[in-house]
């Protein structure tokens, strides 16, 4: 899912960049896209079915520091739906609405 991001940035030529985010605390975020000096997006990928509360930590800790930020998972759910206001995505649906959202 990381590379393919990259991929599409660059593809699209965006003016994007992608980062990793971590507390000092220790929760994280597996991609924070930053698009002219704004946060854009945080995403945090799971290799799942079903996602659960604790899934969410890290995003969790992100919205603190950013509430204007939205938040995805990109996983293996079947379908779309939302979560502690985080919305869950099918990894392909998130690459569909890629650029849209950046």
Known sequence: VILECLRLIDYLDLETRCYYWRTNQGAEVDLVFERHGRLVLAVEI????????ADLSGLRSFAHAHPDVPR???CEVAEKHRMDGTDIV?????????????
């Not at 099918?90 to 950046?102: N, V």
Request: glycine fraction near 8%.
């Open 90 to 102: 099918p990894w392909r649906a998130f690459f569909e609405r890629f650029e849209g959202r950046l």
């Open 46 to 53: 799971k290799a799942k079915r079903r996602i659960a509360g």
């Open 72 to 74: 995805v998972v990109v």
